[in-house]
């Protein structure tokens, strides 16, 4: 099995790939020519040194997500374990699951993440995996980072919410009640100053999406 | 439709006579007549000193912007203005020189948000009909797609404007052109072409917003260090520009959009207008940068906007008028959009 590109984001080129015998996403955040080189580069291996380094704090705070397997900085490639499954946005589609079930537990996901120190920057259906087994696995830690802030927490689940009400608009009320019900119990004392910058973040009126 | 667009948010009063035709996305601009303030070297603008020179020159600009046209007051449909955002002192000029026409000739008065107006003439001017916009001036810095019925703001700046990230640091080095009100901008790019040694400045874009401030800070820390002034022109367009190009790329992606619009009166630098071909390469969208004797602030951009408006039933009462000086351009309702093919 070759190397076989199924991806061509705004940052990075995906490729499903074979390393030693593993499936693997290989991630290469590729160069941009209208970038001044020194910068370019500079970019790119700091973010690949960024999520390989979240990605190897989330597992250790004990938040489901792939395997770093290798990290080439000068090529800004990142070697990351392929996660079988199907992605929640297709099983809430074919009506495949217990929404409300499933979305409880990315509620607990998201705020072990949460409380690890990490905010993920980009929680969408398309990024969460449900194993055969059941486990549930965070994907696509391109855009995380370390942060504690209200305000960072909060746009983590105003993105979600985003993506469920534009994506799911049936479920999408059932799933975020479950995921509020279930961060906010985990997060406790700390949801009220959370739920304040959401709302702040409503008013703002900011579109993230506007596919 | 004949419709006289007054602009006066700030350094710039602006009058202009645009042709509307009664339906479609066409029309011609038939003048545009501006007089720009200058503020005194090394100074930024003055709100007052900016509204008074307003005052002084209005009788005058829109005189010439009438003759220009060949269009006299009674011909006209509407009188659109700047309603915002920008500076009080200078919307206020524009406010009551509109209101003082419409009340006179009777005509109907339409209010116009600046930045909708860049974006708009913009799509006049370059056949862009759904795109990506990069609005980049001193009071604006946004990308922006049309979504639902307004012009939605996909990212944007945390802090300061581009333009104000180029006038503060051409005002600390001594790079502003006093003709052209102070702007650090067209020296920078001068001094920038000097060069092709980067320093490495701040570069910050948080999800699809940036921000300036880091960059400003250490580019003046670096000049007063001694750095070379060609070099941090240089490095200052490369960084900032490059964090710019970078949202346009995700909201090219994100979206599926094919067009990229430049506007504003940053939009005139060839730098950030070659750096934006290049992007859109990636993926096979067009970039449709505004014609640079249009980038800036001018009448032409209210005329149009207040053109599309008032077609599409847009009235504001003169007792109403008021000017806002801070005006979101998410909130503003736009009638007249998706454009039919």
């Not at chain 1, 940052?11 to 370019?40: C, M, N, Q």
């Not at chain 2, 003759?67 to 002192?89: C, F, K, Q, R, W």
């Not at chain 2, 703001?153 to 009100?181: C, H, K, N, W, Y």
Request: include cysteine.
């Amino acid at each position: 099995m070759g190397s076989v590109l199924i991806r061509r984001g705004a940052e990075a080129d995906l490729f499903l790939d074979e390393w030693y015998g593993h499936r693997v996403i290989r991630k290469v955040r590729t160069p941009r020519s209208y970038r001044h080189p020194k910068l370019d580069a500079e970019i790119r291996a700091a973010r690949t040194i960024r999520e390989a380094s979240v990605l190897v704090d989330a597992k250790r705070a004990g938040v489901p997500a792939p395997l770093v397997l290798f990290m080439n900085t000068k090529e800004a490639e990142l070697i990351i374990q392929y996660i079988e499954g199907e992605r929640l946005k297709e099983l809430i589609e074919d009506h495949a699951i217990d929404v409300r079930r499933e979305f409880a537990r990315v509620g607990y996901l998201v705020a072990k993440l949460h409380r690890a120190g990490i905010v993920h920057g980009d929680i969408t259906t398309s990024n969460l995996i449900r194993r055969k087994d059941g486990g549930l696995i965070l994907l696509d830690f391109g855009l995380a980072g370390y942060s504690v802030r209200d305000e960072d927490r909060a746009v983590d689940i105003h993105l979600l919410k985003e993506s469920l009400l534009s994506a799911h608009p049936e479920a999408a009320e059932e799933a975020l009640d479950a995921f509020l019900g279930a961060y906010s119990r985990s997060m406790g004392r700390e949801w009220g100053a959370i739920q304040m910058r959401l709302k702040e973040i409503e008013m703002r009126g900011r579109y993230a999406r506007l596919g | 439709m004949l419709i006289l667009g007054i602009e006066s948010t700030a350094h710039t009063f602006g009058a202009s006579v645009v042709e509307i035709s009664p339906e479609g996305y066409e029309g011609r601009i038939l003048s545009d007549v501006k007089d720009v303030y200058r503020a005194p070297e090394g100074y930024g603008i003055h709100p007052r000193e900016a509204s008074r020179h307003h005052a002084e020159c209005a009788a005058r600009v829109v005189r010439d912007a009438l003759e220009a046209s060949h269009v006299t007051m009674n011909e006209l449909d509407a009188i659109a203005y700047s309603m915002g955002p920008g500076l009080g002192p200078c919307l206020r000029v524009g406010a009551t020189v509109a209101r003082a026409l419409a009340v006179h000739f009777n005509l109907p008065l339409v209010p116009v948000n600046h930045a909708i107006g860049h974006i708009e003439l913009g799509c006049l001017l370059t056949g862009a009909r759904d795109p990506i916009v990069l609005l980049v001036s001193g009071g604006h810095t946004t990308i922006t797609a049309f979504a639902g019925g307004r012009w939605r703001i996909f990212g944007e700046t945390l802090d300061m404007s581009i333009g104000q990230l180029l006038d503060r640091f051409g005002r600390e080095t001594g790079l502003t052109v006093p003709e052209q009100a102070g702007f650090g901008g067209p020296k920078i790019e001068e001094y920038a072409l000097r060069s092709n040694n980067y320093i490495p400045l701040p570069y910050t874009v948080k999800g699809n917003d940036v921000s300036f401030s880091g960059i400003l800070t250490s580019a003046k820390r670096l000049y007063r260090e001694g750095a070379r002034l060609e070099d941090l022109c240089y490095s200052l367009q490369e960084t900032a520009y490059a964090m710019l190009a970078e949202v346009v790329e995700r909201a090219l992606a994100f979206t599926g959009r094919r067009e990229l619009l430049l506007v504003g009166g940053v939009a005139a630098n060839k730098r950030l207008r070659s750096m934006l071909d290049e992007v859109v390469g990636r993926y096979n969208a067009t970039s449709y940068l505004v014609p640079v004797g249009y980038s800036g602030d001018c009448g032409a951009q209210i005329a149009w906007t207040g053109g599309l408006a008032f077609r599409a039933g847009v009235r504001v009462r003169v007792e109403a008028s008021f000017v806002r000086q801070s005006w979101r351009m998410d909130r503003v309702p736009i009638p007249w959009r998706p454009l039919k093919s």
